[in-house]
Every structure is written in C-alpha cells, then in structure tokens.
C-alpha cells in the first residue's frame, strides 16, 4: 500500500493534473474542505476527486495550503479570466516590500484595506491587523470566507468610491495595500485571449486603465498611505502621472513619497517583454491638513508638470524579486539619465498622424520602447501610422531606419536596468542617425524591409545616388548606390553582412 503524502508540499501537482471535468474553483474549494470528512458535494466528478486525493494525500499544514491558494489560485485560471480582469499573481517578495514601506506608519490599531483581494494574498501579508477586502469576484471572497477571513465582500469597488459606499467602520485609521488590475479594459491582446470588459465607475474615478481607476478611488478613501504594485509607468509618464493626482476638477490630494523598482518578470505571467513595476508609497501631501481633516492643497497644470520633472530626476531603488527573496542592486535609477527620442532637442515623432510619405513609408505608431519591440513596424500601408518622408538631408529617413533597428537588434539582457528602460521611450540612437553609421541603418532596414521601399524607389534611387557623389570615399554607401542601380557586380549579401553588424553593435551600446 503507498504511503500518503503531505498535501501541503504538492499542490502544484496537484493543480496541475486536474481531471478535465473538475474546474480550478471548485478544485479550490474542495481542498479547502480536505479535512472535513462530512463535506460533499452534488457534483460527482468533483466528488470524486476529492476522495482519490485524500486517499493520497494527508493534510500536513492547513496554513500552508491556504497560503499556496492566496498567492497561487490566478495560476489555474483560463488566460481569458487572467488578462481581461487583470487578475495575476503578487509575488510575496513584493507584499514584503510593501511593509516595509509602511515601516513607522503602520499601527496594531490600524484597518488594512485590498479592493481587488482576489484570493487573499496580501491578506496573509498583513494578518497582525483588522484586514477588509473586497473583489468583484464572488468566487474569491468564497474562497477567502473558507479560508477564515470574514470581513471580505463581494462588491464592484470602481463604482463604490469613498469610505460611506465601501461600509468601512467609522473611527478608524485607514490603510490601503494591494496589487490592482492594471489593464486597459478597452484593448485586446495579440493572443486573442483578452476580451474588452465593461464595468460601472464613480464618475469621479472613471478611466480606460483599470490601475489609474482603482488608485484614484484608494485615494477617495482618504487612507494615511496606499502601499501598492503598480507600474512603473504611472511615475514615469507625464500623461499618467497627471492622471493620477487630478481628474477634470477632482484633486486627489496624494503624492509618491517613495518606491522599490522591480521587474515584471516577478510576476507568474508577464508577456514577451519585461517591464518595471514597483511597491509604491502614496501619502497625503500635508499630514498636518490630513489629521485636521482638511483639504489637501490644490496643484495648478504648471505645479503638477514641474513635480513631475523633478521626479524624473530622483535616484530610485532597485530590486529584484524571487517569489518572496527581495536582492536590492547597488546602483539606484535616474530617469534623467537617460536621453530619449522625446528630448525636444531631438524629437521623432511616434504618434500616427494623418500625413501621406513621399516614398510611401510609414512607421507604425508606439508609446514606449516595448511598444516598439511588439508592434513598431515600417509598413507600406496607412493607419495607425506615422509617415517617413524623404528629405533633403534625409534626416528624417535616417531616423526611422534607426528606430527600425532598435526593433529588431535589441536584446534585452542581465544588465540591472534593461527591463526599465521598456517603459521609457527609446533611447535616442545618435550614432545610427548623426554618424556615418547612418548609411548602414539605412542598408539595413532597407534590406530588411525591402518589399515596404518599393512604393519610393523611383523617388529613393535617385536621392541615394545624388548622395553616393557627395560622398565618394564611403565604399557602403556606393556599393548600396551601385546595387538599387541594378549592377551584377553588387553582392546583396556581402552587402548585408558589411551593414547588419555594424548596426548591431551601435544598437547593443545603446543599453
């Protein structure tokens, strides 16, 4: 006869090898009632589970599985439910470093408050406190009801903004954890997966991103501190940063007071490429105001853009997150240090606009630079573009074959700030647009694209001649002349081979 094991230390097996005719809710659910002999259910199949497994297994550590649950249950959900509702996993490094930010606020009398609880992982995280969570999911609060936690409710928090509406106790000193959804819920995934969601909001805190939508009502809660995940983005991005202090008329009265960078790889499910979240701290922007329970100052467009650049220029933590291991790296990031496409002393345009080519080239439209790794394509076709024109100087050409480039050649490595840099817009690339390296990006992108050149050739060719004249010592740039002129002795390969590498290079610097 084989011996049971301790159920506590092969849930993931467990969950992993569920029968087809047994969902992760009730799988859930029934392992939660593992040690209830009487429990049974009316459904057959997930009676019988439940009974092959406790002739299995033996219930070691009841704290143990609940905690696996809270942390691990978005890991058994379909891709659908995950990306439409934003619901993933939070890495328990990252609940730790939300503490400890709360470290010397944090009281034994204060109420802990998780809007989108999900299935409790931040609620084990905070247990030495009065925790309340709500989530629009009423399968998580039963599960978080099973678990013990019984001040949780099923409620839509987007459309119950403010302390009166969410039935908070009176008296007491809020605070408020938690990792938002933070999708857009208008927007579908290149898998297909992701639906478009509809939801009622508070008008007051209405937006397309349900993160920016749930931090505005931690706001109207009023807390002593919000201490969330969020991305990075939100501090990074002026458009969002204003989001989040004011909507229309509507101050919110809060500012960043500090944060740990980390990379989204932490998370169970990130996409193709990493990008930075952090643990972040919000605070009331007067105390004094706050315990007197008056209105926070009011900020003016100049004030909040002003705050904004002085928060681009403030060294931040980084850290890196291993389910609960937290490894801090010893140099911090300065956003100033970096200067991108967006520097009005060179500016590229990256917003799609409604002009036509000359050449018939055009560059899909992007917001960052892992917008530009997924989707930053030149194109021969209109809409949700930006039209490449060829010019004199040829500078805006030269510019886009260099974001071209970018592209393809980037290869985000182990380099600490690699995966920050994807929310940033892309570096700017001086030396594949101000350079005779130029002349390679173009070869390059041309060789890569050739197919989205053709439209422009009859206006391209004779440029690209009238240039190789110019410059009769650069041997690339007559033999790429000498090729788009239709001569045999032009290898288009020895071509390539002399351009490619030179741009790879020049693009890996860039990091």
């Known amino acids: 006869m084989n011996q049971r094991l301790p159920l506590s230390q092969h849930l993931s097996a467990v969950f992993k090898r569920l029968p087809s005719n047994v969902g992760p809710n009730d799988a859930v659910l029934m392992v939660l009632s593992f040690a209830d002999e009487e429990v049974q259910t009316r459904d057959f199949a997930c009676q019988e589970w439940l009974n092959d497994l406790r002739g299995a297994y033996y219930l070691d550590d009841a704290e143990a599985v609940k905690k696996f649950i809270g942390n691990r249950f978005t890991h058994l959900l379909a891709d659908v439910d995950k990306s439409s509702l934003g619901k993933y996993y939070s890495p328990t490094g990252g609940i730790r470093l939300t503490r400890e930010l709360l470290h010397g606020i944090l009281l034994p009398s204060d109420l802990i408050l998780d809007l989108c609880v999900g299935c409790g992982a931040f609620a084990f995280g905070f247990n030495g406190n009065d925790f309340y969570g709500h989530d629009i999911d009423p399968i ?16 839509n928090s987007l459309a119950c903004a403010g302390r009166a509406a969410l039935n908070l106790p009176d008296g007491k000193r809020v605070l408020i954890v938690g990792n938002p959804p933070c999708n857009d819920r208008t927007s579908k995934n290149r898998r297909g997966t992701k639906v478009q969601t509809s939801f009622a909001f508070d008008k007051r805190i209405e937006d397309r991103d349900l993160g920016i939508a749930f931090m505005r009502t931690y706001f109207l809660v009023q807390p002593r501190a919000v201490a969330v995940l969020h991305p990075f983005s939100y501090v990074l991005k002026r458009s969002l940063y204003q989001k989040l202090l004011r909507k229309d008329k509507q101050h919110f009265g809060y500012r960043l007071q500090d944060c740990v960078v980390f990379s989204s790889r932490a998370f169970a499910t990130h996409g193709a490429n990493a990008f930075p979240y952090v643990a972040a701290l919000w605070t009331p922007r007067d105390l004094k105001a706050f315990d007197e329970n008056r209105s926070q100052p009011l900020l003016t467009s100049e004030q909040i853009l002003e705050e904004h650049q002085q928060l681009l220029q403030k060294n931040f933590r980084v850290a890196e997150i291993e389910e609960d291991k937290v490894t801090a790296f010893e140099i911090p990031f300065c956003p100033a240090n970096y200067r991108t496409i ?76 690699d995966f920050i840099l994807g929310n940033l817009s892309p570096i700017y690339p001086t030396a594949l647009i101000n350079s005779p390296l130029k002349i390679a990006c173009l070869v390059d992108a041309y060789f890569a694209n050739e197919p989205k050149f053709q439209p422009g050739m009859a206006r391209l060719r004779p440029w690209i001649n009238s240039l190789a004249k110019t410059q009769p010592t650069d041997q690339l740039l007559m033999h790429f002349a000498e090729f788009l002129n239709g001569e045999d002795t032009v290898d288009r390969e020895a071509l390539r081979a002399d351009a490619s590498p030179l741009v790879k290079q020049a693009v890996s610097a860039l990091r």
């Open 140 to 155: 998580a609060i039963q599960i978080l009801r099973k678990m013990g936690f019984p001040n949780m409710t099923q409620q």
């Open 342 to 417: 967006d520097d009005p002393t060179c500016h590229i345009n990256k917003y799609a606009d409604s002009r036509l080519s000359n050449i018939g080239l055009y560059q899909y439209n992007f917001r960052d630079l892992n917008s530009l790794l997924s989707n930053g394509n030149l194109t021969s076709k209109r809409g949700n573009t930006v039209a490449v024109n060829l010019e004199a100087d040829g500078k805006e050409l030269f510019s886009y074959c260099a974001l071209n480039a970018i592209k393809r050649h980037w290869r985000a490595g182990k380099k600490p700030f």
